[in-house]
């Protein structure tokens, strides 16, 4: 097959955005893309995805599908992705072909393997919490002894929302712990003793250009994120040591797009938890708080745009709406301070991010001086 010749960055209003994944970060992808003039196709296994209704065209099918993958590469001007459990390999098929993919392979890699994971921020100069891989019990019982307990026994692979996780309190848990995890391979990670959980939003374009929006605190019930604050409260040796690391990993993966780097603030240092190759739930707030949101911020990043400015206007809290909680959208879209997104899910399963609400909040002036 003779690869036709590819339109090179910047792309012009007109051109095609091809995005693995249709789920409600494709969606709002789509939306801002839409607004910059730019086409969305979409590959999702389920019909009618989230994304797809804002989309010009949905391929259904698996991830892994060699024809689909071929087709989107064929008619997109760039793909990215917005799911980061896509398999890498489907990434790499596609930039083998000559489809220009960002992020790319290489970061999604990595983000998909916490040590692999760990291994990197660390070289990078971004610190983390101390961990072990752990492939059996006797691993287990190695890493235990090193770390110490408690700590935290994760699956190295296709975790999200705190599911694939156990603590280990002593020794007599090993067992337990590691039936927890299904005995797949997994990370003993050292429990990371902090204040808060703080997490920042940052782009790198083509060019090597960086845009890094304030950072945001974050609470989580159950392992879901449930609400953000931003711009946080937070001294200047905490926000210049957070910019320190988002400039670490972007630089270090040579990455294009948005990234989300969730952060464990221990009072007098930063640890990164882990980091997202796209777009964030923890960024949602950009909304309404920022000119151009992070997924504006995004689709300027993959298209070779100018990045956008990430100064706040206002400051937001964030809360998702799951499962039952979208019911309240008569009551949400009367409140003047509240800014409603819906995902346009049909069924609103237990635990579901069905949409998120924004509710301005006046900027301290500290904030606004960023
Ligand atoms: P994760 O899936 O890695 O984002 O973990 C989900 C949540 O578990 C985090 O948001 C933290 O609240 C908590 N957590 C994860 N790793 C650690 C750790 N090493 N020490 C303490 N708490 C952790």
Redo the contacts with the bound molecule.
């Keep these: 097959m003779t690869i036709p010749p590819r339109r090179q960055p910047p792309l012009s209003p007109g051109a095609v955005i091809g995005v693995l994944g249709g789920g409600q970060l494709g969606r709002m992808l789509g939306e801002a893309a839409s607004r910059l003039g730019f086409d969305l196709v979409v590959l999702d296994p389920e019909p009618a995805s989230p994304a797809a209704r804002v989309a010009a065209r949905q391929i259904t099918a698996a991830y892994g599908d060699a024809d689909a993958l071929d087709a989107l590469g064929r008619v997109s001007d760039v793909v990215t992705f917005e799911f980061e459990n896509v398999p890498a390999a489907s990434v790499a098929r596609l930039a083998a072909g000559g489809a220009l993919v960002a992020p790319g392979p290489r970061a999604l890699a990595i983000a998909q393997d ?1 040590v692999e994971e760990k291994t990197f921020l660390n070289a990078a100069g971004a610190a983390t ?1 101390d961990f072990g891989a752990v492939d059996s019990t006797d691993d287990l019982r190695r890493a235990l002894a090193e770390l110490g307990a408690p ?2 026994l ?1 699956t190295r692979r296709e ?4 599911k694939g ?1 156990a603590w280990v309190r002593s020794a007599d848990e090993i067992d337990a712990a590691w039936a927890a995890v299904g005995g797949r391979p997994s990370i003993l ?4 003793d ?1 204040r808060r ?1 703080l997490s920042i939003i940052a782009a790198r374009g083509w060019d090597g250009s960086v845009a890094i929006f304030p950072l945001g605190e ?1 609470r ?1 019930a159950d ?1 879901i994120l449930r609400t953000t604050l931003a711009p946080a409260a937070a001294d200047a040796a905490t926000a210049a040591a957070a910019q320190d690391i988002a400039a670490r990993v972007l630089n270090g993966l040579d990455y294009v797009g948005v990234i989300g780097i ?1 952060l ?1 603030d221990l009072g007098d240092r930063l640890l990164v ?2 980091i997202a190759p796209r777009v964030h739930n923890t960024g949602h707030w950009t909304q309404d708080g920022c000119a151009c949101d992070q997924f504006e911020q995004h689709i300027r990043a993959i298209t070779g745009w100018p990045l956008g400015p990430t100064a706040p206007h206002a400051a937001v809290e964030m809360t998702n709406l799951l499962g039952a909680e979208v019911g309240a959208w008569p009551e949400l879209a009367a409140a003047p301070d509240a800014r409603l997104h819906l995902y346009g899910k049909a069924e609103a399963r237990p635990d579901r991010k069905m949409g998120h609400v924004n509710r301005l909040r006046p900027l301290s002036a500290d904030a606004a001086q960023d």
Excluded: I, T
């Design positions: 916490r919490v700590a935290l994760k975790g999200y929302d705190g996780q990670e050292a429990r990371a902090f959980e974050n989580h392992g969730e464990f938890n882990e």
